[in-house]
């Protein structure tokens, strides 16, 4: 199993581009996550699905939209790039028990100037 | 106030050395606790969890005090590939995670 994997692993945008973060996990997991760590900081959750064509948001969602038409895949798309979103994105699945432990992919180094 | 909070350090001790972190919580609904481990540049991998009054896995153990709403985790016989950061985490019924900070460890020769 490769897990959760995350495409690109870096990318430069500038200010008012856009771009999709593509998240991808084989285990059958039905919950799936976006977060976004600025230097020094912890994980804030930008948005979250509880199942295919479930979504809702999380902490920070603005500036941000995500879709979920399959269990295996969670976008991430942000309209209009600001300097603000210049961030690690991680996406991260787990399954449905009473741990709930999340898996993490690799990450997406964002820079937008 | 936030939910998890952590002492970000960093915690500069030589190998084979003891170190403790701690991490208090403020939701006393949180239903379980994890210590992931992150290292520079890298996602984050669960270390541990924590349940009821705490475990051990080897050199580190975790311990869950709920009347004081804290956390530890303790390393014993440091390593030198124990540097990393250590994010104390606090999980809800509804499969959120809350992240703390993280505090970061530094073992040194």
């Known amino acids: 199993n490769a897990g959760v994997t995350q495409t690109p692993k870096f990318r430069i945008l500038k200010i008012g581009q856009s771009m999709t973060l593509q998240c991808t996990q084989d285990?059958?997991?039905?919950?799936m996550y976006w977060y976004r760590q600025d230097p020094g900081m912890g994980l804030k959750l930008i948005y979250y699905?509880?199942?295919?064509?479930?979504?809702d948001k999380g902490e920070v969602p603005n500036g941000y939209n995500v879709s979920r038409s399959t269990t295996e895949d969670f976008p991430l798309r942000l309209e209009l790039a600001a300097p603000s979103q210049t961030s690690v994105y991680f996406c991260a699945s787990s399954k449905i028990d009473r741990y709930h432990e999340q898996y993490f992919g690799p990450g997406t180094r964002l820079t937008v100037t | 106030r936030k939910e998890v909070e952590q002492d970000p350090g960093p915690f500069n001790v030589p190998e084979g050395a003891t170190v403790a972190f701690n991490c208090t919580y403020s939701?006393?609904?949180?239903?379980?606790f994890f210590w992931y481990r992150q290292d520079c540049r890298k996602e984050p991998k669960l270390l541990m969890s924590?349940?009821?009054s705490g475990n051990e896995d080897g050199r580190f153990t975790a311990q869950l005090n709920r009347a004081s709403q804290y956390i530890s985790l303790l390393i014993r016989d440091s390593k030198l590939s124990d540097s990393a950061t250590y994010l104390c985490?606090?999980?809800?019924?509804?499969?959120?995670?809350?992240f703390g900070g993280g505090t970061r460890l530094m073992v040194k020769p």
């Open positions: 699905s509880v199942g295919a064509g479930i979504t």
């Open positions: 985490v606090g999980g809800d019924a509804g499969n959120m995670l809350t």
């Open positions: 924590v349940y009821s």
């Open positions: 285990m059958n997991h039905n919950y």
């Open positions: 939701n006393s609904a949180s239903q379980s």
